[in-house]
């Protein structure tokens, strides 16, 4: 059995193109400007932060967890949490090891905004715009290091002649067989809400690692989802009982 204690994974890289001018002098017709500010909307709204960091100065470190997960029962994750819905992925904005939820250095995250499409299973309302954390994320090396325990410190010193390393730019670490998240991409995600130690304000923790992070596509009852293990597409029932899909 695996331990779904720490509901904590990283961002893979996104490049998007940019909007094209118009050579023409011409005015614009209507059409062509609501085109043109829908673009602009889309580049704007998939941000991420990761993808201008070049990946030769990314130093990765998967991670082992142990956490329960009940692989017999393919609602367990839904019964597990209080909110379950499809997301869409707006930014990406960045990673860190020191978190407002807990005010302590945790296991590296990434954080960014999603817009909620459907809601499955708790309070939300469709069209919300969140703050969502997972487990795993790109950080500083110095950011990582001070992440780091004393004990954990010595081990990179004694590797390294009993001084801090050098040369390493920035730290990749997250769960091992745990999914990447993609900005501008649907998932159906596990939340749990967390508010700030200093009551400011909410972030959504998305959790289950593998199994609570299923890309989506399609839509209402045919929407799939995409099995992390298999790389298989599934129905939504798989992992949505049907009583829980809204009518269409």
């Known amino acids: 059995m695996n331990n779904l204690k720490v509901p904590f994974a990283v961002a893979t890289v996104l490049l998007l193109g940019g909007v094209a001018s118009c050579a023409s002098d011409a005015p614009r017709s209507i059409e062509q400007a609501e085109s043109q500010q ?19 100065q990314i130093h990765s470190i998967p991670s082992e967890v142990d956490f329960i997960w009940n692989a017999k029962d393919p609602y367990y994750g839904f019964n597990s949490v209080p909110v379950v819905a499809r997301v869409h992925i707006d930014s990406i904005d960045g990673g860190r090891t020191y978190s407002p939820i807990f005010n302590q250095y ?10 909620v499409q459907a809601v499955y299973k708790g309070d939300l309302k469709p069209g919300a715009q969140l703050t969502y954390n997972k487990g795993g994320g790109i950080v500083s090396f110095d950011e990582y290091w001070k992440s780091l325990n004393p004990q954990q410190q010595d081990k990179f010193k004694h590797r390294n002649g009993g001084q801090k390393p050098t040369g390493i730019q920035y730290v990749k670490k997250m769960y091992s067989e745990d999914a990447d998240i993609k900005a501008g ?10 508010q700030y130690k200093d009551g400011t304000a909410e972030e959504y923790s998305i959790q289950g690692f593998q199994y609570g992070f299923r890309e989506a596509r399609g839509s209402g009852a045919g929407t799939t ?4 293990e298999t790389n298989e597409w599934e129905s939504l029932e798989s992992i949505v009982p049907l009583t829980a899909i809204p009518s269409t």
Not at 40 to 50: G, L, M, P, Q, T
């Open 185 to 194: 991409k649907d998932y159906i995600a596990l939340l749990l809400p967390q």
């Open 38 to 56: 829908a673009t602009e909307s889309i580049v704007a709204v998939a941000h991420d932060a990761y993808a201008g960091i070049p990946v030769d």
């Open 106 to 115: 945790t296991f590296s995250q990434t954080i960014g905004k999603m817009a």
């Open 225 to 228: 989802v995409l099995n992390n």
